[in-house]
């Protein structure tokens, strides 16, 4: 693995004197303008950590934040003269070098090609690595909303979903997908997906690296009741997030030395999103052993860690939860990803999860884009997700949904569907049934927006009898969605309209934009679209 990957260069850049002289006075970019104390503190920390970097590359900015990474913009001149830019991402030092090999793996076998991004080189010094990409300049989500045209978010669905058929025919299920994750460049009319620091992968992947790399949640499934030892080691809560679980003694180099296999089997790991689950990104090298920390994970409250598996219990649909739920083991699944982008069937913890988790993020991403709010949904836990789902998406549904995949939810409410085009318009203020209303009592043109306090449905996980909050969440939603079908002509056929000069205007949004958001927001990951089939949807005609 290693010797692929570090094969750096060669002799393919130039000794940059001048860069090399920037870096030693002033810190100033190309752009001309200084980079904050912080910034260029970070920068000569990262020089000092992986040297090599300072001979090839000049280190411009810093581009990107994370958890687990920084990123950084950085350009290094190429032999025959040009100054190509680069974006250099350096992993926390404490990242699995299984973990590591298999981002790398997805950018190498599946990148470079249908919007998925390459990898150039990765240079690595001891614990310190640093995957190396072509540099996409790309535009915040927060100013595309506000300034993209119906044409432009046509254009940017297919190419992410062009992405993720990619990804998806590789048998990578990527789990974090969201706008930060794909980038855009409006002028260039290039996108990128970036960021496999999560992916997982399907039972037939083709990135073997996926193959070892497991996720804490799936290898410590409870679903087979089967009762568990302990022997005394912790399972990582958020405690003791930022401290390596495998600790390598000093000048050791994990990365160099290919992780054992035999070793990595009993590895568990995944990436999650900054502010999800951060525990679950740590490898377990040692046999994990059960402890009643394991609840910490769950954000659904603590359990003992026994799986009593023969137990009847008597407190379905009542509102308290029997002494045999509470000895029950958390039901675990992988959940890594962001909160707001998570399918139902993540939320619900399925322990079966597919590549259509994925369809659905890209279904919340065309939300966003539709109704021109970003973030679309936003929860603190996945309770507070699913009832914002609910909400939208009715609660008959998702109860019928959740059947399906094994689950049972209760709610104390019924929400019904909501007509997705009224929904998006009217958060997008070109309902046009509002505007007429408020012209004529000589209000602003504007579709009045209302700031409501939705309260989602109580919902109930009978499954785990988890007794749950009322859950009320506030989301700026219109009060009472009607439907605007009637008040205004609004073509059908797209066939017949899906020419650009209709796409351009937010005032004409096809049916089909609507139907194939449906699609992909399919409650059911069973029949949810995949990419493949989305693709061929007609909104895309004419691509
Ligand atoms: P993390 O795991 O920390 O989220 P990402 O791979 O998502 O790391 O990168 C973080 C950010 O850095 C991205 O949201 C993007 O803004 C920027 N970035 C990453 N890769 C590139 C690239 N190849 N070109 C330009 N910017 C990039
Ligand atoms: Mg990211
Ligand atoms: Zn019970």
């Not at 699995?96 to 793996?105: D, G, M």
């Not at 369809?359 to 966003?368: C, E, P, R, T």
């Amino acid at each position: 693995m290693t010797a692929a990957l570090e094969n750096l260069s060669k002799d393919v850049f130039n000794l940059n004197q001048n860069n090399q002289m920037k870096n030693d006075s002033g810190k100033e970019n190309e752009g001309g303008y200084k980079l904050s104390t912080e910034i260029k503190m970070d920068i000569d920390r990262l020089y000092a950590v992986v040297p090599q970097l300072s001979k090839i590359f000049f280190i411009e900015d810093k581009i990107g934040e994370g958890t687990f990474s920084s990123v950084y913009l950085a350009t290094a001149q190429l032999k025959s003269g040009i100054v190509e830019k680069f974006a250099l991402k350096h992993l926390i030092p404490t990242s699995h070098p299984v973990r590591i090999a298999a981002e790398l793996q997805c950018l190498t076998v599946a990148g470079g090609q249908d919007n998925v991004m390459g990898v150039k080189y990765c240079l690595r010094k001891d614990d310190h690595v640093v995957i190396v990409m072509p540099y996409l300049e790309h535009e915040s989500f927060l100013d595309l909303l506000s300034s993209m045209k119906l044409e432009d978010v046509r254009e940017y669905m297919y190419n992410l979903l062009k992405a993720l058929r990619r990804i998806h025919h590789f048998g990578i299920i990527h789990r974090d997908i969201k706008p930060s994750n794909f980038l855009y460049n409006g002028r260039l009319k290039k996108y990128a997906l970036v960021d496999f620091g999560l992916a997982q992968g399907t039972p037939d992947t083709k990135i073997e690296l996926l193959k070892v790399v497991k996720t804490e949640d799936q290898q410590g499934s409870c679903s087979k009741n089967k009762p568990m030892t302990s022997s005394g080691n912790k399972v990582p809560n958020a405690a003791t997030m930022n401290k390596p679980l495998a600790q390598y003694p000093a000048g050791k180099q994990p990365i160099k030395r290919p992780w054992p296999l035999s070793q990595a089997k009993h590895g568990k790991l995944v990436k999650p999103a900054k502010n999800a689950d951060i525990t679950s990104r740590k490898i377990i090298v040692a046999k994990r052993k059960i402890t009643s920390s394991k609840g910490t994970t769950s954000g659904l409250g603590r359990r003992p860690a026994i799986c009593p598996s023969d137990l009847t219990c008597d407190c379905y649909m009542t509102d308290r939860i029997c002494s045999v739920c509470l000895s029950r083991r958390q039901q675990v699944a992988p959940r890594a990803g962001t909160p707001g982008f998570r399918a139902p069937e993540v939320l619900m913890k399925c322990p079966h999860q597919t590549s259509a988790i994925d369809m659905w993020s890209a279904g919340v991403v065309f939300l966003s884009l539709l109704s021109a709010r970003y973030p679309f949904f936003k929860a603190s836990d996945d309770l507070t997700a699913l009832a914002q789902i609910m909400t939208i998406r009715g609660t008959k549904e998702t109860i019928q949904a959740a059947k399906s995949f094994g689950k049972a939810v209760s709610c104390s409410k019924e929400c019904p569907k909501l007509d997705l085009r009224t929904l998006c318009e009217r958060l997008r203020g070109t309902d046009c049934s509002s505007k007429r209303k408020s012209n004529q009592k000589n209000e602003p043109k504007e579709c009045s927006r209302i700031t409501g306090c939705v309260p989602g449905p109580d919902i109930k996980d009978d499954e785990k009898k988890e007794k749950t909050d009322s859950l009320t969440y506030k989301q700026e939603l219109h009060s009472q969605p009607r439907k605007v079908k009637q008040d205004i002509r609004w073509d059908s056929d797209f066939k017949s309209t899906a020419r650009s000069s209709d796409m351009k205007s937010w005032n004409r949004v096809p049916d089909l934009a609507y139907d194939l958001l449906d699609k992909l927001l399919d409650l059911n990951p069973a029949t949810r679209l995949t990419a493949e089939k989305a693709l061929k949807h007609p909104f895309f005609e004419g691509i």
